[in-house]
Structures are given as structure tokens and as C-alpha cells.
């Protein structure tokens, strides 16, 4: 193969972007037009008390005595309180659910730059780990929207400083913490391809993973307890437990020791 200089690497850079930036376009402008469904399907499902998960847990109620119900007449009604926050969300709502939904394109497009600089074997390594984070990152984002997001909400829509002051919930607050709350669950199930790639290059290994596994539950647990502030142990673990299989996964994916 022909050694590309600086400058045609930087070319052929410029080409992908433009390749990623048209792809961006074209997904945010068609969920720009379907963007009311979206948000009454989708996005704001979990205001109300017919969500997935709210009818699930309260299946279980029935089941658990003591369990406290999330379903019922919970209802969160969602008021705009600047001129343009409406026309704003419905553009970068539009953009970063196109990024979302466009993350494999978008991977590949990067691996089509990236891959004349390997050899075969190590092109096989990176398509598998490309392939196994764009199914975590997914599987994050899903467990952040049925999950984490709905106890957040419900929990803090729900709590009161005093009776005297109701809560009343802007829409540029809702999408913040719903934004933000799945795009950080589809982060942090990155974590066992990252263990993977640094344990491929020798820094870590399963023993450190057994060495600060008490470590680890406990610094979970207060993460899953600032998460969801509920106070009951139920919800509690619905946040603990994915987070604890990504801990034993990462372990898993690591040599057992380190190589010399």
C-alpha cells in the first residue's frame, strides 16, 4: 500500500468528518420533523404513571409486602417558562438523539480512517471492541431510560421542602436530567470495554478487581444511593445491581495477571 503523507491523512480525515456531519444532519432533521411523537412517546413517558417500569414495580408491590407502589396517579405536568427554551430543545433534542442513533455509522465512518494503519490481527481486535461498545453503549442508554431516569423523577417530582411549595417542573429541567441521566448510564457502560483495553496492554488485571471488590460495593452502593435517594432498598437496587454486573463483566474481560 501506498504511505499517505501528513496532508493527505489530514484530507482523508476532513472527508469522514464531512461524511459524520452529513449523517448528523440528515438524522437530526428527520427526527426534527418527528420530534412531537418522540416526546409524547418517548421522552416524556415517564411523567406519567403508565410507564413500563412504574407498572412493573408495582406488580411486585402486590407481591412484597411494604414495597412502596410508583405507579398509581403520578402525573408531572411541564410548564416553559422562557420565550425560546421550546424552539431550543427541539433542536438539540433533535441533535443528540441523531448522535445516539447514528453512534454505529459514526464508528464505522472512524474505523474506515482508522483501519489502513493496522495489520489484519489487530483489525479483527478493534472490530470486536467497536462492536462490543456500541451494544454496551446501547444497553446503557436503555437501562438509563427505563430505569435510573423514571426513580429520578419520581423521587424528586414527588419531594417537598415544605407543603407550602409545590412543585412546578420546567421542561429545560426535565431534559437536562433526562439527557444527561441516559447519556451518563451509556457512559458508564463503557467501563468493561475500557478494563478490556487496558488490560489488553498489561495495566490491569483480575487481581485488582478482586482486591478492591469490597471497595467497589461500597463506593457503588453511594453512587446508587445519590442516584436514586428513595430511601427504600428496592429501588435502591434496581440502580446497584447493573452497575455491580459491570464491575464482575470488567473483571472477567481482564488476563488473571498481568503479563511480563
Known amino acids: 500500500m501506498k504511505e499517505m503523507s ?3 491523512h489530514l484530507d482523508a480525515l476532513r472527508g469522514v468528518l464531512i461524511k459524520i456531519a452529513v449523517v448528523l444532519v440528515i438524522a437530526a432533521v428527520a427526527l426534527f420533523i418527528w420530534m412531537p411523537d418522540i416526546f409524547d412517546r418517548v421522552i416524556l413517558a415517564p411523567c406519567n404513571g403508565d410507564f413500563a417500569l ?8 402486590k407481591a412484597i409486602p411494604g414495597m412502596p407502589q410508583l405507579g398509581g396517579d403520578f402525573h408531572v405536568d411541564l410548564i416553559n417558562i422562557q420565550l425560546a427554551s421550546q424552539l431550543y430543545i427541539h433542536l438539540s433534542t433533535s441533535f443528540w438523539l441523531a448522535v445516539v442513533l447514528t453512534f454505529p455509522i459514526i464508528l464505522y465512518l472512524l474505523w474506515t480512517f482508522i483501519a489502513p494503519a493496522l495489520y489484519q490481527n489487530e483489525r ?3 472490530k470486536r471492541a467497536f462492536l462490543f461498545g456500541v451494544l454496551m453503549f446501547y444497553l446503557g442508554v436503555a437501562v438509563g431510560y427505563y430505569m435510573v431516569f423514571p426513580i429520578i423523577l419520581r423521587f424528586l417530582a414527588d419531594y417537598h421542602v415544605s407543603a407550602m411549595v409545590p412543585n412546578q417542573v420546567s421542561l429545560d429541567s426535565y431534559m ?3 439527557l444527561m441521566m441516559v447519556f451518563f448510564m451509556g ?3 463503557e467501563l468493561p470495554l475500557l478494563s478490556w483495553l487496558l488490560g489488553s496492554v498489561g495495566v ?3 487481581g485488582f478487581f478482586a482486591r478492591y471488590r469490597r471497595h467497589a460495593i461500597v463506593a457503588l452502593v453511594v453512587l446508587a444511593a445519590m442516584i436514586t435517594p428513595t430511601g427504600d432498598l428496592f429501588t435502591l437496587a434496581v440502580v446497584f445491581l447493573p ?3 459491570l464491575y464482575e463483566v470488567s473483571a472477567l474481560l481482564v488476563p488473571a495477571e498481568v503479563k511480563e
Open 6 to 8: 501528513f496532508w493527505e
Open 54 to 61: 412504574y407498572r412493573w414495580i408495582d406488580t411486585m408491590a
Open 124 to 126: 479483527r481486535g478493534v
Open 176 to 178: 437536562d436530567t433526562f
Open 187 to 189: 457512559v458508564v457502560f
Open 204 to 206: 490491569l488485571h483480575r
Open 243 to 245: 452497575l455491580y454486573v
